[in-house]
């Protein structure tokens, strides 16, 4: 377990890095926010004593290409004064590069001059040459056409693909456990798996999942990178596209209602009772898609994004049947509201596996810091 700074801690790879780490169960990074790094002074000081490695996910990635440039060099040439004057610096500089670094752009070659500039300063360098990255809660119309595609999506629209090439993308929870330098768990591949996918081929695929969603229904999810791209569209639907009613149908024999359509890959269906008071959850999932079905009795759901302050409530009831499904990196839990028992039916698209179960106990309620949350 070691003691890390980061740099960038605020931004997408950087949330996902924290999310990675307090799943991990380690202590909470020392952050070097932009301001910290104009000051050299400051950023010795902070990495003084006790600190293993330096995370620098800190980057200008969008705007004027001068300015791109600038801001990337700058950065590196900041952090490299401060480990410089620092008098017990960390062993190690890990550098969120890019496959782009040297390739003439103004981008590119900033990158490369931002590394040749780190390995300079004294500490060991790992340059981690990082692809696209995609995942849950990027930014759209900055961080990935995914995030773009996903956004656009899930406010009724259709992607444009106006140039079509290959991607190479990766899921930033891989890249944050190459970063972190963590061998491959349950939930993530230091390795970064890349799916190799055109940019139009990406938006069809995209535009199938959230059309089979629209109702609820879920889409086939044959294998990893199917499943972190649905996540990846969850995140953007959440949580304005929840809760969502049941069909039901009804006879003199009694009730029905459809609760999962799966269109393909693994899952798993079990149904618990509850007793009035009591409480289920509190935790989080890294990749598995979870869904909650109240079919007797009345409850609220509760979510919080990790490392956010705000909670998110939905009250539900088996009298109006309604699908919840939990975002991936959302602390949750179900409370039994009533006064009689809850039954609730819960699906997984994996099956249970107590030797990797992607279950991360949390507090929904626990008092977290809002102010690096990544915004959506």
């Not at 950065?75 to 017990?88: H, N, R, T, W």
């Not at 039994?336 to 699906?347: Q, S």
Request: some cysteine; proline content about 7%.
């Amino acid at each position: 377990m070691l003691r890390l700074a980061v740099t960038g801690a605020g931004g997408f790879l950087g949330w996902h890095v924290r999310v990675l780490l307090r799943a991990l169960g380690w202590p909470e990074p020392i952050v070097l926010t932009r301001g910290d790094l104009a000051d050299p002074r400051l950023v010795a000081a902070k990495l003084t004593g006790g600190v293993d490695r330096v995370l620098h996910l800190a980057g200008v990635n969008r705007g004027e290409p001068a300015d791109v440039a600038a801001g990337n060099v700058q950065l590196a040439v900041q952090l490299a004064e401060g480990l410089k004057q620092c008098p017990d610096p960390p062993v190690r500089v890990v550098y969120a590069n890019s496959v782009q670094a040297g390739n003439g752009t103004p981008y590119g070659d900033a990158k490369a001059t931002a590394a040749r500039l780190l390995a300079g300063a004294g500490v060991d360098l790992d340059d981690v040459l990082l692809p696209n990255l995609y995942g849950e809660h990027g930014r759209p119309y900055y961080n990935s056409a995914v995030a773009t595609f996903c956004r656009v999506l899930a406010e009724g629209g259709r992607p444009e693909v106006h140039a079509d090439r290959e991607l190479r993308l990766v899921h930033v929870t891989d890249a944050a456990a190459r970063l972190i330098g963590v061998p491959t768990g349950g939930s993530w591949d230091p390795a970064m798996p890349a799916l190799r996918i055109g940019v139009r081929a990406l938006a069809d695929r995209l535009t199938a999942m959230a059309a089979t969603y629209r109702t609820g229904e879920i889409p086939s999810l044959p294998d990893r990178q199917d499943i972190r791209l649905f996540n990846t569209y969850r995140s953007h639907c959440f949580p304005a596209h929840y809760p969502l009613a049941l069909p039901r149908r009804a006879d003199a024999r009694g009730e029905l209602v459809e609760t999962v359509k799966a269109h393909g890959g693994a899952g798993q269906t079990f149904c618990s009772t509850t007793r009035p008071g009591i409480t289920r959850g509190e935790h989080y999932h890294l990749a598995k898609v979870e869904r909650f079905v109240v079919l007797r009795g009345s409850a609220e759901i509760s979510l919080r994004r990790v490392d956010d302050a705000e909670v998110l409530r939905f009250p539900v009831s088996g009298d109006e049947p309604v699908l919840v499904d939990m975002p991936t990196m959302w602390v949750h839990k179900l409370v039994n509201t009533g006064a009689d028992e809850l039954v609730t039916m819960f699906w997984t698209n994996e099956l249970f596996d107590p030797n990797r179960p992607d279950t991360w106990p949390e507090p929904v309620e626990a008092a977290r810091s809002a102010s690096l949350a990544v915004s959506a």
